[in-house]
Each structure stands twice: as C-alpha cells, then as structure tokens.
C-alpha cells in the first residue's frame, strides 16, 4: 500500500473514530445479547379456524388455515394440517383460530353402531329452541294437501348437536339441529324435505 494511501486511511479512521467505536459497540452488544438468549421454543404446525364457525357440519377448506404453536402449549388431541375432515362433523361452534382437536368433532365413536350424524333444517325455530343435545324426536313430514295427515319419518331419533346459527344466515328461516340415524331413515328424511314441512314431537328417552 502507497504511503500517501495509508496517511488518507489513518485521517478517514482519526476522522469517524467515534462513529466507528459506535458501530464496534453495538455489535459487540447485538453478539453478545444473541448469544445469551435461548433459542426459540419448537413449534407445531396444527390446524385451526380460519372464521368462526357453527356446530352441525364438516368444516370445508376455506375455514381452515394453518397455525404453528410452540410444542407446550399444542393442546391434546390437535389436528395435523392435511387431516380429511370431510365426514366430519363439528359438535358445537368454534371461535376463529381456535386450534381444532378431535375432541370438537362427533366422531363415530359418539354415534350408536351404523348410524351417521345428519344436519336437519325444521321450519321452526321457536320450537327447535326447546330441544337439548341428548333429546329424542319423533319426525313428522307435514304437507298442504287437505285431509292429508302428517307422515312419520322416524321414531325417537336422537339429537347429537345444535349449532348456532352464523350472522350470515339471519335470514334463513328455520333453525338447524343434527341428528343421528340410519342410511334409510336420512334417505327418507332427505326426500322428505324437498316437499313437505319436517316437524317434530318430543318422545320420551327409554334407552
């Protein structure tokens, strides 16, 4: 290195002395705060709610997203990103970004042998208000057809969920209820409600 390069150096460093040791200082700090504090905690990719929402049905893809949380607080029971929800169904509402766990859904445990859980929409809502998770109904089909009398749908079936309704389906009359039954009586249930009005008559719980 020349000589008049090395004086103009030493003038430049004479010259910030002070903001160079302001520099040297601070990353003396930031070294040194950084290799004190302990590493982040590992964390644990789960599913969770994109949006609130109600009881009664499978959640779709949209209302799911992804949340990582430390592996302490993961609760039991949390659902993997990737888990197949679609046949299942959500037992009561679920804030937004709640971490969903298996515990939030009907599974088939909860359900007697070879029946399934079935989202039933009645006319209703006064009277749907009266039912309670663990109630057993009778269901009628109603039509307008004169002198005709209500056809019986299904007998003592039992009463697995009530979901809340969402804001967005104020509108919507009726209140929803979930059931669960047998493939032959949703079938007739299902076929039923394109054209006749579903009531129901509470019965008395003889299990």
């Not at 009561?92 to 079935?118: H, I, K, M, N």
């Not at 209140?175 to 509470?202: E, H, K, P, Y």
């Amino acid at each position: 290195m020349s000589r008049p390069l090395l004086r103009n150096l030493l003038k430049a460093v004479r010259r910030h002395r002070r903001l160079l040791a302001g520099v040297s200082a601070a990353a003396a700090v930031y070294c040194g705060v950084t290799a004190l504090s302990p590493p982040p905690p590992p964390t644990v990719a789960v599913l969770a709610a994109a949006r609130d929402l109600p009881g009664g049905s499978p959640p779709s893809t949209r209302d799911l997203r992804t949340v990582r949380l430390p592996a302490a607080v993961v609760p039991a029971g949390a659902l993997p990103p990737g888990s197949d929800l679609t046949q299942r169904v959500l037992a009561g509402p679920v804030r937004s970004g709640e971490p969903l766990t298996d515990a939030r859904f009907l599974t088939p445990a909860a359900l007697p042998a070879g029946q399934l859980a079935y989202p039933l929409r009645l006319d209703d809502a006064d009277l749907t208000s009266l039912l309670q998770v663990g109630d057993r109904i009778d269901l009628y089909a109603a039509t307008a057809t004169s002198g005709a009398a209500a056809a019986l749908l299904a007998a003592a079936v039992r009463v697995v969920a009530l979901p809340a309704a969402r804001p967005s389906a104020a509108a919507s009359s009726g209140a929803l209820i979930v059931i669960a039954a047998g493939r032959d009586v949703i079938s007739r249930i299902a076929q039923a409600t394109a054209n006749a009005r579903i009531t129901f008559a509470l019965t008395p719980d003889t299990s």
